[in-house]
């Protein structure tokens, strides 16, 4: 297993990870404060590092996104946490858009990356976030003085060593990459800045080691560290542990109708090679992405689901079939939302 | 000799310096079209690279400056310079205050910085800079989105080898440094990006590792290579090469009257051990500060002065009493003018 903010290869073991990353599973004290969202009922985000410590106050979410690329399922899941959480707890809301960092790591030209994140902005946006309560930034377009006030100060605090040695840049790359964690530091620490707010950052659990680098430039600037939430992969189409915007087997917002059920059809499941076999041995949910994405569209009862897959009574092609529905009219309603949506509203 | 932007040792050897650099030495025809400005024509400013390409075109100037303390003597004369050439060209002017760097470099908070800025900022604005013809920028004030994307733009030109090349730094060293020279490559390009005008940057010869690395970093982002026009040092009172902000005899402006007679008082100079022999040996100007600084500040027939130092004819204290009642002079016509500036006039 190899799980860095960079790569993610072999079998995840999760359990280990939390260890090694010193992170803590989400109890059961956490959960009841947590009831309703969906994705944590799910056991989707299921390991936390201070969340405990920040659940009774007001705190921010800081949820940002790297803009080279339309966004697919996977990103809209992990805003639709955010969005929850919102509404739960009525959290201010900071989602800063790096299109500097994707111009940097990327081939593409820094108004392509800006045209991207005004594009998923709109994406995201249009899951409802409360416009009193949602800030955006695009670090391109709208950087915000402090925001570069607090990149240069963390600046001062981390030794091109300590970067070296939690990113593992080499000489040869480029100067800017070496300064963004800099700038996704100051993203994080935003709001505990400005607005004296504790934050909370929902993650994947790849991105962690960004997690403790920030944590560390937060003591070493007064500040109080930011508190995370993180989740584990969501599997690709074709059955490969992390879904990757890269790739063609992940489904894009923009997908149409015959694009998802195209998608969705060559999909690796956990079924069985016939239907007879199927119908005796049942499917294997545990290693099957239309289960997962089921789980999370679908919105059905998924124990039930497990049950009727397990025990041969359930198809690939009934879960796939509800998937395609579930998704096509989810996509529907979301392009209507979407289409009312003023990124502006939100560039404080 | 040892002449690099951090240390300069030893006799320094200009001739050989152009010749190292690649810059070229002020020729007749140049001299002609920069007559009147008077530290061109005393040989202050004497070499340049791509200057004779600019001078016939409408340019602008980039004249930046590092806050980290007050201003001395040597700084406004170099921006009397740009001065000059903007009466004579009616150039647009950009003055970037880099407090972030100096933040980064020194022992003392953004905040500090930032107030030198501003102090720094109001004598040098004193001069009498034209409102509409030029600009001042503060890094961690008003750090503009065009300046910051150029940055990241030469940031994805510049690997980390070919900083750690030009600037020798190390990585014990912070990353907020490694980065900085992209910012300052950003300062220097604005105004080709922003009003297509070719710049002309006015430097000290031992900055200029940092104009050949900007040249670079213009070329392969498609602007013009900006020009620039190298000056000598400027001595310091105790006769060493250079004069330095950070020790006791530099000439502040903010020196009273007393201080002033002190510090020109107890300067070296290139006279005699005793006035019987200076009468008789005469003295030596080309090795004497104060004789640079009557130049420089006084303003009179520098020729005559030379002929009656070397024949005897002249002593220290004639000197030394002309440059205290220059300085006196100037310093508190300048304190005049200094009070009427608003630097926040020239904040476009």
Do not use: W
């Not at 994705?39 to 989707?44: A, N």
């Not at 935003?190 to 004296?196: A, I, N, Q, S, V």
């Not at 090679?273 to 999370?296: S, V």
């Amino acid at each position: 297993m190899k799980v860095t903010p960079y790569e993610v290869k072999g079998e995840v073991n999760y359990l280990k990870l939390v260890k090694e990353f010193g992170l803590s599973l989400m109890d059961e004290k956490l959960k009841r404060k947590l009831k309703g969202i969906r994705l944590v009922e799910l056991g989707f985000f299921f390991a936390h590092r201070d969340l405990d410590k920040i659940i009774d106050e007001d705190f921010a979410i800081v949820s940002g996104r790297g803009p080279s690329k339309e966004i697919h399922i996977g990103h809209l899941l992990l805003f639709r946490l955010v969005k929850e959480f919102q509404n739960k707890f009525n959290s201010y809301v900071f989602i800063p858009f790096s299109d500097d960092e994707k111009f940097l790591v990327k081939d593409l030209s820094l108004e392509e990356a800006r045209r991207y994140a005004f594009e998923n902005a709109k994406d995201i946006l249009a899951l409802g976030f409360k416009k009193k309560r949602t800030e955006i930034m695009i670090d391109s377009y709208d950087l915000k003085q402090d925001v570069y006030n607090l990149a240069i100060k963390a600046s001062k605090k981390l030794t091109m060593s300590t970067i070296k040695a939690i990113y593992g840049f080499k000489n040869e790359q480029n100067v800017g990459i070496h300064f963004y964690p800099c700038m996704q530091a100051a993203h994080i620490l935003y709001p505990t800045l400005k607005r004296d707010l504790p934050v909370l950052v929902p993650i994947g659990i790849d991105q962690d080691p960004h997690m403790r680098a920030t944590r560390d430039v937060a003591e070493r600037l007064g500040l109080r560290k930011p508190a995370s939430i993180e989740c584990k992969f969501l599997p690709s189409l074709s059955g490969e542990e992390k879904m990757s915007a890269s790739k063609e087997d992940a489904i894009f917002l923009s997908d149409d109708e015959e694009t998802i059920r195209k998608k969705i059809h060559d999909a690796f499941t956990g079924g069985r090679d016939t239907l007879e076999e199927q119908r005796k041995l049942g499917g294997k949910p545990e290693i099957c992405p239309i289960f997962k994405y089921h789980q999370l569209v679908v919105g059905s009862d998924f124990k039930l689901i497990e049950e009727e897959c397990r025990s041969g009574g359930r198809v690939c092609g009934d879960c796939k079939e509800e998937l395609c529905r579930a998704l096509i009219r989810m996509l529907k309603e979301h392009r209507k939302r979407r289409e009312k949506i003023k990124v502006e509203d939100f560039l404080v």
